[in-house]
């Protein structure tokens, strides 16, 4: 398989293995979510709205983070954002690997803000390699960050930093009122996720605005034409 089937998806195989490293890319992405969880300081904003969820209706976060994902991809769908595989396997990989990691007793919660803020940073910069690992893969971005994109092209005179704002905001309180831990590690989260992230693009050379995502589409085209051929 060339290195250029591989990046651009053209083979079922690229795709396939492309899978495989979302997968696992966002497995371990849920460890640093969990970590986050687990430093005891308040979770990320998008986290506050789960375990606030999860705490309301009695279910699993990672039931909980299914649900929303879903919900946040039928609004990508209905705004016809481009939609690709590793969105359906970001809604459910992410979620069920904190529930996997809560099973474990992986880390135990933070006792104090001393130790809570090492290991809120940690979680984040384990958030950010695993985004670039899992964006290589050319599959598609995640449905939060399919929506930003979405609603950020609709209002052109709004700066996209206002619209992931409002949506953090949002997000943060819908999950505060339902009983989502929110503290000094939501504002953390909120404000260093996105310089963290950029640290990380930068360590390893990766510009993110340089990807083109297959549609999902296009990943069944290319499936059934290397089927086709092998017929």
Not at 45 to 69: C, E, F, K, M, Q
Not at 90 to 107: Q, Y
């Given at each position: ?82 939609i ?34 090492p ?60 009983g ?28 993110a ?18 089927h086709?051929?092998?017929?």
């Amino acid at each position: 398989m060339m290195k250029s089937d591989l990046r651009e998806n053209r083979t079922a195989g690229a795709i396939l293995l492309n899978m495989l490293l979302a997968a696992v890319s966002l497995f371990v992405n849920g460890f640093g979510v969990y970590l986050t969880i687990q430093a005891n300081i308040g979770a990320g904003p998008w986290d506050v709205l789960n375990l606030g969820v999860s705490r309301t209706l009695g279910i699993l976060y990672g039931t909980a983070s299914i649900a929303i994902s879903c919900t946040i991809l039928a609004i990508d769908i209905l705004l016809k954002e481009p939609i690709g595989i590793a969105m359906f396997i970001d809604a459910i990989v992410v979620g069920k690997a904190v529930d996997f990691f809560n099973l474990i007793h992986a880390v135990p919660p933070a006792g104090s803000l001393l130790t809570g803020i090492p290991i809120m940073l940690t979680g984040l910069v384990i958030m950010a390699y695993t985004q670039y690992t899992y964006m290589i893969a050319s599959l598609g971005c995640g449905p939060r960050d399919t929506l930003l994109v979405g609603l950020a092209r609709r209002m052109p005179r709004v700066p996209i930093g206002a619209v992931s704002i409002a949506l953090l905001s949002l997000a943060t309180l819908i999950g505060w009122a339902l009983g989502g831990p929110v503290g000094v590690g939501t504002l953390i989260d909120a404000f260093c996720a996105g310089p963290i992230m950029q640290m990380a693009f930068h360590t390893v050379h990766f510009d993110a605005t340089g990807i083109r995502h297959q549609r999902l589409r296009e990943s069944v085209y290319a499936v059934f034409r290397h089927h086709s051929a092998l017929t």
